[in-house]
């Protein structure tokens, strides 16, 4: 491969990997730019490259769905909240199973994140009665535990009338 197309190749691995909110579509539109695309280099891509862009989406959905999830990010710009990083989940469990790739990393990874997320906002709402930063609804947060392999505890579930009782715009 010449050092115009590798350097191609870098460019869009780097439009993947620092994609916006949905890694998939910048997935997609790379490959159809190294492949298919009059004005794009129109090559064969080896498996090696095909792997290191499917990385490189999975590597911005795990940026995003632990991003929201993250008190930390709470008030920053980028923050979107919680129903975002589920919203994402299915998006990137979607994009997995398309691609025949395994989502164990990433769940477990979310469902560690989720935990710390879900500890924080029961002591931060029962314990210390601050308004929550939840902004899905409470079966919602549930379903979402379950896809993460996790089962909320009683405590937890006292935060049920502090959700939304409808997610924003359903």
Not at 105 to 112: G, I, P, S, T, V
């Amino acid at each position: 491969m010449d050092s115009g197309i590798c350097q191609e190749f870098e460019n869009e691995w780097y439009i993947v990997r620092y994609s916006g909110e949905i890694p998939e579509i910048a997935y997609h539109s790379s490959l159809y730019h190294l492949t298919t695309a009059e004005d794009g280099p129109r090559c064969r891509l080896s498996l090696e490259q095909l792997a290191a862009l499917k990385e490189a989406a999975v590597e911005r959905y795990r940026e995003i769905i632990l991003r929201d999830m993250l008190h930390d990010n709470y008030g920053t710009p980028q923050y979107r909240g919680v129903r975002r990083s589920i919203a994402n989940y299915d998006r990137f469990c979607c994009f997995c199973r398309r691609q025949n790739l395994d989502i164990e990393k990433l769940r477990n990874e979310a469902a560690d994140c989720f935990v710390d997320f879900i500890a924080r906002e029961t002591r931060r709402v029962i314990g210390d009665g601050m308004p929550t930063i939840i902004n899905c609804s409470f079966p919602d947060l549930q379903c979402f535990a379950d896809k993460l392999g996790l089962s909320l505890s009683q405590e937890q579930k006292q935060l049920r009338p502090y959700c939304p009782e409808e997610d924003p715009g359903d």
